[in-house]
């Protein structure tokens, strides 16, 4: 396979790997140094393969790589906690940590392995090779229901409801997040396109050339202190894009609770909690997200099918922890 980019005058004076790198996201810089160094790179039809070596603006960068090949995901005996499961489809609450499907990086130890060795000879297979079909995905440290197809009709049909987002159909996701500050109000929308962020490839950022993303929230919980505060929320998607409960959340001010990626500047603020309070928060190893609903039509006999995950014992800790400093005054509120 080809990419050839054309360098502007912003990329004037960058390395040759870090340009490319910027350029083509699906290629780390590790990637990119290696391709460089075995001669799959040229600069304006020379080969070159030095990755120091700078860009001017105008040179006309081509890449050769081969097309990536991708392995057959194979049996593992990893524990699963099953909700439902027939001939069609498996329902099952993922814990936080643990990554959905086999990618660059996260090989084997996912889901998908999971799912083959205890589906065994009942999985019927997804484009001929016997795997399941996944239609959603949620973040590796992102907890909650899930479900996978197995056979091929049933992937179809299910990923029709997803596609649809609950906009017609009877599909509902439901999230139970943690975000820091004051949620004014009880309930709301953010409507933000979303899109790779320009300086980080790991984060999404809202952008105005994004893919369309709403999400709606509810407040379930205020409570706070003197110096913080934290709102227990419901958000529901309307669309489903990368990490976008986080960002949007982010967008307004109210990142998750111990969220690395897009909550790292409010970090300090566990420093204003009460120590109990405190301690609770900072034992946390993952944004404090959790997938608790989900509804959907079965995709064999039409029946409309509901799965609750209960929070699970890290977010139960941190609820529990918070439950003393309720700033509601008696109010409550929730999701329906």
């Not at 407040?219 to 669309?239: H, N, S």
Request: aromatic share 6%; charged share 20%.
């Amino acid at each position: 396979m080809a990419w050839q980019v054309v360098a502007g005058p912003a990329d004037a004076g960058k390395r040759l790997d870090a340009f490319l790198a910027g350029a083509l996201p699906p290629f780390s810089r590790t990637r990119i140094k290696d391709l460089i160094q075995n001669g799959m790179v040229s600069v304006n039809d020379m080969p070159c393969g030095e990755p120091k070596r700078h860009i001017r603006n105008g040179d006309s960068v081509l890449l050769l790589a081969p097309a990536p090949v991708e392995a057959e995901p194979q049996p593992q005996d990893i524990p699963i906690d099953i909700l439902y499961e027939d001939e069609h489809l498996i329902v099952v609450d993922k814990p936080a940590g643990m990554v959905v499907h086999p990618a660059p990086g996260s090989p084997d130890g996912t889901l998908v392995n999971a799912l083959i060795f205890h589906c065994g000879d009942s999985l019927a297979g997804i484009g001929g090779v016997r795997r399941p079909g996944i239609v959603h995905r949620l973040d590796k440290e992102t907890s909650g229901v899930m479900v996978a197809a197995k056979t091929e009709s049933a992937l179809n049909r299910l990923a029709g409801q997803f596609a649809d987002h609950g906009r017609t159909g009877p599909l509902r996701r439901i999230y139970t997040g943690f975000v820091w500050g004051r949620v004014q109000a009880h309930s709301g929308s953010v409507e933000a396109p979303l899109g790779r962020d320009a300086n980080n490839r790991l984060k999404q950022a809202v952008r105005k050339d994004g893919r369309k993303a709403v999400t709606h929230y509810q407040t379930v919980a205020r409570y706070g202190g003197t110096g913080w505060d934290i709102t227990d929320i419901d958000c529901r998607l309307e669309t489903g894009r990368t990490h976008q409960i986080r960002v949007h959340m982010t967008h307004i001010g109210h990142p998750l609770v111990a969220d690395p990626l897009y909550g790292a500047g409010f970090a300090t603020k566990a420093n204003k909690l009460p120590e109990d309070l405190r301690a609770c928060v900072n034992s946390l190893k993952r944004q404090t997200l959790h997938a608790r609903l989900l509804g959907f039509r079965h995709p064999a006999t039409g029946a409309d099918m509901v799965f609750e995950s209960a929070l699970p014992p890290d977010l139960a800790a941190l609820r529990t922890a918070l439950a003393p400093y309720d700033s509601a005054a008696g109010w409550s509120g929730g999701a329906g």
